[in-house]
């Protein structure tokens, strides 16, 4: 699967929600950084949707802090959605990533950022 295949972009509610899909790790982090930050160029709010995220290693975990500081610094709030009882909800909780940024679906998070 490359990147462009791991990378979907849907504006819903006023928010761009990036769909990442499959392994997020080492051989296409950089990759999925890019796409994500080119697709999402003027967006007002993201939410990044780790549903369909089989695998996040150590890259994809750099590669979704620097995604979360990029859009701070673009002024984009931001939420992440990773349901429980996932591996990658266990891994976030894990390593302590930024709590108040996580939510456990998409609608939870439009909600975050729009209400």
């Keep these: 699967m490359s990147a462009e295949d791991r990378?979907?972009?849907r504006n819903e509610g006023g928010c761009e929600v990036v769909e990442?899909?499959?392994d997020v790790d080492h051989a296409?982090?950089?990759l999925v950084e890019r796409d994500v930050l080119t697709a999402t160029r003027a967006a007002a709010g993201v939410v990044i949707?780790?549903?369909a995220?089989?695998?996040l290693d150590s890259a994809g975990l750099r590669c979704l802090d620097r995604l979360v500081t990029a859009f701070r610094h673009r002024r984009a709030p931001v939420r992440v959605v990773a349901p429980q009882g996932t591996a990658v909800r266990?891994?976030?909780e894990l390593i302590e990533f930024l709590p108040d940024l996580l939510?456990?679906?998409v609608d939870e998070a439009i909600g975050d950022l729009t209400g």
């Design 7 to 9: 990378v979907a972009v």
């Design 20 to 22: 990442l899909r499959g």
């Design 28 to 30: 296409n982090a950089e």
């Design 49 to 51: 949707d780790l549903t």
């Design 53 to 55: 995220v089989s695998f």
């Design 90 to 92: 266990f891994t976030l």
């Design 103 to 105: 939510a456990t679906t």
